[in-house]
């Protein structure tokens, strides 16, 4: 039951608030003056004091001392608003002008009780928070996703090279953005490329730069991406796609600080931290020489390990609840609430696209829905990938799985040249293995 404390120094006004407060299930004492206020705050913690501007031993504002995190609502004659607007400045949590009726005080406790509880419950929510998920936007309690987020707590604030590996859409980019966030160079842009989007001809030219004449078309000098990055944080997203010529100009720049532009006959000095990632199998890669070893070397000393979905188990439910309320914010939709069976669904799924593939389920899902999210509009079976005997996913299931996973974020052209097809191959094959395309309109 709430705890009122009734300040005032006329008897007649203290009860007949006190029997309107009563008769609506609020617990009430009294105090007839400043000092009797005083003791009373000392012995018990009140959710509300409701208290006369003017008391004969001083003004109700001196008691917000008193009162600490205890709203302090001020009752106050007409002629006397101004103070009480001051009282307002001061930190008291509102007034109310003298005589006021029952309905108008009834209303203003309510609402004065209710922010006051939104604001505590809102602390909480940011403290709890801030224990669970260090870092925002990350979300997971899952062992493997505690050592994710200690490793990045301990790596952040250096100036070290950190290899992210995982699956695709575990979050490698995610913990990207959270290493520069955390870092003493998140004052300086993070520079974001994927070394797999652009063509191999024009690699080293987007990333280190050019001078004007160093080829055909190169008609003025041109600064690349990690210059752009000077002073922050560079991440190379799909590292492992990266030309064996431009692997060996990003070594020079991580063991010298230096990059020399293409065409260039001098080098210049950048200071940038490398934070790289990758899904492939990188260590194969130099037994096969299409990956430097001592780039190799370089990049393999601080790496975290992004597990796939499937084997964090307890964080589908927190994530499918996270991503529920983001999807719901960004469509502006009402919140829907998961069946039994749909969050059954979510964690019988063996996720091959990961988080995004999760994000994507539920952000689908959302705009289908009405009041709940079932099965049937989380549509999980069309994703599933089958593996053969060997556990290795065949080249149609491949096919089938990267188109569903990144279709609803990628254009067609980037969509056919990520998988080294044309776009009428694209189509054909899409059309043949029965892949539905995303309607336009839920881009
Ligand atoms: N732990 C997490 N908590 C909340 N959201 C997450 C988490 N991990 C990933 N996501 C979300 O999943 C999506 C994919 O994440 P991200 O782009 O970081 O993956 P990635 O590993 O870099 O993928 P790719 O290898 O395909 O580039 C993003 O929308 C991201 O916000």
């Not at 062992?143 to 859409?169: F, H, N």
């Not at 050019?210 to 041109?222: C, D, R």
Request: with cysteine; glycine share 6%; net charge neutral.
């Amino acid at each position: 039951m709430r705890h009122i404390l009734i300040v005032d120094d006329e008897a007649v006004i203290r009860g007949a608030l006190r029997r309107l407060l009563e008769r609506e299930g609020y617990r009430c004492a009294e105090a007839a003056d400043l000092g009797e206020a005083r003791e009373r705050c000392r012995d018990t913690r009140f959710d509300l004091i409701v208290c006369d501007l003017r008391l004969p031993d001083g003004e109700g504002i001196d008691l917000l001392a008193e009162a600490g995190e205890t709203p302090v609502l001020i009752m106050t004659s007409y002629a006397s608003v101004r103070s009480a607007v001051e009282a307002m400045r001061l930190g008291a949590a509102d007034y109310i002008a003298k005589p006021f009726d029952h309905d108008e005080m009834l209303m203003m406790v309510a609402r004065v009780l209710r922010q006051r509880g939104l604001e505590r419950e809102n602390d909480h929510l940011r403290k709890d928070l801030a224990q669970i998920y260090p870092i925002e936007g990350m979300i997971g309690r899952s062992p493997a996703m505690a050592k994710v987020c200690a490793t990045l707590a301990k790596v952040a604030p250096t100036d070290t090279t950190v290899l992210i590996r995982g699956e695709s859409g575990t979050g490698k980019e995610l913990v990207a953005r959270a290493l520069h966030a955390k870092s003493p160079r998140a004052g300086v842009p993070l520079v974001s490329v994927n070394c797999a989007s652009i063509p191999e001809t024009l690699l080293e030219s987007e990333l280190f730069g050019h001078e004007k004449g160093a080829f055909t078309g190169a008609t003025s000098s041109h600064r690349g991406l990690i210059e752009a990055a000077d002073g922050g944080t560079l991440f190379l997203d799909e590292i492992g796609e990266l030309t064996t010529a431009a692997q060996s100009r990003l070594l020079r720049v991580l063991q010298d600080g230096e990059i020399r532009r293409v065409g260039a006959t001098a080098s210049r000095t950048v200071d940038v931290r490398l934070v790289a990632a990758t899904h492939r199998d990188l260590e194969q890669m130099v037994r096969e020489g299409s990956f430097r070893e001592d780039l190799y070397y370089r990049l393999e000393v601080m790496q975290i390990h992004l597990p796939p979905l499937r084997e964090r188990g307890d964080d589908i439910p927190l994530l499918a609840e996270f991503h529920l309320e983001q999807a719901c914010k960004r469509i502006k939709k009402p919140r829907p609430a998961f069946t039994p069976e749909a969050l059954a669904a979510l964690q019988r799924h063996r996720w091959p696209g990961n988080v995004r593939e999760l994000r994507n389920a539920i952000e689908r899902a959302v705009i289908l829905a009405d009041d709940a999210i079932t099965p049937e509009l989380l549509a999980l079976h069309a994703a599933a990938g089958r593996r053969d005997a060997t556990g290795e996913l065949s080249l149609d299931d491949y096919f089938q799985r990267f188109v569903i996973e990144h279709q609803g974020t990628l254009t067609e052209t980037e969509l056919a040249r990520r998988l080294g097809i044309s776009r009428k191959a694209l189509w054909e094959r899409r059309a043949r293995m029965g892949i539905p395309r995303p309607r336009a309109d839920s881009r």
